[in-house]
């Protein structure tokens, strides 16, 4: 069977700076999977590879049985492949249900429409709503974005790409600024998705990685230092050693 | 007179308050009969405004050069009615939006891959090239010392451009409104809806999948077209070109009147005209010499006071009496 994402000896370099080592890496169907690593890594580079904002140098990336290496990024998307942002990528202006709608009407294909108003569109707005209810958003609905506290700005980031009901979805670090106390709620979230999702999540959180996360891989310098499952990862010493350690105890 | 924004949630319904710039606009029509030719010319500018408040306003995209299709308009009607002998308005205006539209398109196609200052030094190139082509096309054009011989045959057959601008009024206005309806419908739709997401973060809009490069091409050659007849009516009731209709003078002097107005709002882009038109009118009279002056003046206090210019300062007394009341 095919994985859901895969990308054979990826590589990316900037001048003599390399940041992407001949990365061969497969995202099975409904993988629940954390990309980890220290900062410098080469974590971003590769999403940013995935999702078609950096071409890379060589090597393939395959989305399900298509080669999507020279796909842009709307193509892809409509491929199936959505992803969050690090930094909060908001409409900041715009009620928290219109950020949903947008992508939703994105998908459905409504959004170059223009003879008929955009909330004579009850399907759009419904799916949104539904949407926003369940990741517990509902009653913010009417809210803008800039209102809103900042832990639901990060529920809003997963709500929008689930909108664009993804075949795979890249997490990228989707708890960055949320105290760890609220973080619990991001990961509710996450354990809820639908199953048939495959995603992938780039995370500094280790509780929230390892408590989510069936298979782990570790990029260090632009290479895949170990891939396993969560308890292997944990017991590994070079993983220890380049990060784990840092990061507990640091 | 809020902000009116397009979304899935919004209401596109006129508001009752939506009809007062006509009512004034017929008003002053009959109560201001010797001020039809400054009223016209405002009417003009508030199309123009509009077509200007769609890209800014709503798609976010910077421009300096909006001149080059309300001039293209200006000078593709002039010529029209003044060398080949068609003197239908009708026609006219119909080749005058073809004219923007096109140019809108090719243009819009080649800037709108760039952005920020790039792309407001490429909109500034576009209407200064035409204004060379149009000062050196002196046997179409008439060159520095402008076009005349302008001749307009009555609106469809019936109406009759008169010498106190009474159907140059009228016609005016009925064409602003229709072009007021097609602006205001288009960003209550999905895809106006979809421009305010560019404007917001075009960045999330790649990632959800929009052709953002396509819908600006698009939202930028419809805007084209506006100001393309906003400039054939310029021609139509001045029965004349000059070559400052494509001068970057008109197109800034058109940016401040929609920022005095205000940005995103619709209704901004009838307000700025009215007062910057109607202010540049009593000032040039009074201080000939110092009108710029005052203009200026205007223009500091809103942009360091009131940044959604004076519609954003009506909004915010409104909240305050209904936050007393």
Redesign the interface.
């Known amino acids: 069977m095919s994985a859901a994402l895969e990308t054979r000896a990826l590589c990316k370099s900037f001048g003599a700076l390399t940041v992407a080592e001949k990365i061969d890496f497969r995202l099975e169907p409904g993988a629940r999977h954390a990309l980890i690593g220290p900062n410098g890594a080469g974590k971003t580079t590769f999403v940013n590879m995935l999702?078609g904002v950096l071409p890379p140098s060589s090597g393939r990336i395959l989305l399900g049985d298509e080669d999507i290496t020279a796909l842009g990024?709307?193509?892809?998307?409509?491929l199936g492949l959505g992803?969050t942002?690090q930094i909060n990528?908001?409409?900041?202006?715009?009620?928290v249900?219109?950020n949903v709608?947008?992508?939703v009407?994105?998908?459905r294909g409504?959004?170059?429409?223009?003879?008929?108003?955009?909330?004579?569109?009850p399907d759009?707005?419904d799916e949104?709503m539904a949407l926003l209810a369940t990741l517990g958003l509902a009653d913010d609905?009417?809210q803008r974005i800039l209102d809103l506290p900042y832990g639901k700005q990060r529920l809003v980031e997963i709500a929008?790409a689930l909108?664009?009901k993804p075949r795979v979805l890249l997490l990228d670090e989707p708890a960055a600024g949320v105290p760890s106390l609220e973080s619990h709620r991001i990961l509710e979230v996450l354990d809820r998705l639908p199953s048939e999702i495959a995603i992938l999540i780039i995370e500094h959180d280790m509780d929230l990685v390892f408590r989510f996360a069936r298979r782990i891989t570790v990029l260090v310098q632009g290479e895949v230092l170990v891939e396993g499952a969560p308890d292997e990862i944990g017991r590994d010493k070079r993983v220890h050693q380049v990060y784990l350690g840092e990061q507990r105890h640091g | 007179m809020s902000r009116h924004?397009?979304?899935?949630?919004?209401?596109?319904r006129v508001r009752a308050v939506e009809w007062l710039p006509w009512v004034v606009a017929l008003a002053a029509f009959f109560l201001l009969p010797e001020y039809l030719s400054l009223g016209a010319r405002i009417l003009i500018y508030m199309l123009y405004a509009l077509s200007l408040d769609l890209i800014v306003g709503y798609a976010g995209i910077i421009t300096l050069g909006h001149s080059a299709y309300f001039g293209l308009g200006a000078y593709v009607a002039g010529i029209l009615a003044a060398k080949a002998g068609i003197s239908d308005p009708m026609v006219q205006l119909a080749a005058a939006a073809a004219a923007g539209a096109l140019l809108g398109l090719v243009t819009g196609a080649i800037i709108l891959r760039t952005r920020g200052l790039t792309l407001l030094m490429l909109t500034l190139a576009i209407t200064s090239v035409l204004l060379e082509i149009a000062n050196k096309a002196s046997s179409l054009t008439g060159g520095a010392d402008g076009l005349s011989g302008v001749v307009i045959a009555p609106i469809l057959g019936m109406f009759k451009f008169d010498l106190f601008g009474k159907t140059a009024y009228l016609y005016c206005l009925a064409v602003l409104l229709v072009g007021w309806w097609v602006v205001r419908?288009?960003i209550?739709?999905?895809?106006?809806?979809?421009l305010?997401?560019v404007r917001?973060?075009s960045?999330?809009?790649?990632?959800?999948?929009?052709?953002?490069y396509w819908?600006l091409v698009l939202v930028y050659t419809i805007s084209a077209t506006v100001a393309g007849v906003a400039g054939g009516l310029l021609t139509q009731t001045n029965q004349f070109v000059g070559l400052n209709v494509l001068s970057f003078e008109s197109a800034g002097e058109l940016l401040v009147m929609l920022i005095l107005g205000g940005v995103g709002r619709i209704y901004g882009a009838f307000v700025g005209p009215v007062v910057y038109l109607i202010a540049q009118d009593l000032l040039a009279k009074q201080f000939p010499e110092y009108w710029y002056l005052g203009i200026g003046t205007m223009l500091v206090l809103v942009v360091l006071f009131a940044r959604g210019g004076i519609l954003g300062i009506l909004d915010g007394l409104i909240a305050r009496l209904r936050r007393k009341a």
């Open positions: 999702t990024q709307a193509k892809r998307v409509k992803r942002f990528a908001l409409f900041r202006r715009l009620p249900l219109d709608a947008l992508a009407a994105e998908r409504v959004a170059p429409r223009m003879l008929r108003a955009a909330s004579a569109h759009i707005r949104g609905a009417k929008i909108g664009l | 924004a397009g979304g899935y949630s919004a209401d596109p419908r288009l209550y739709s999905p895809f106006g809806t979809s305010t997401g917001e973060n960045l999330r809009m790649h990632a959800i999948g929009a052709p953002v819908r």
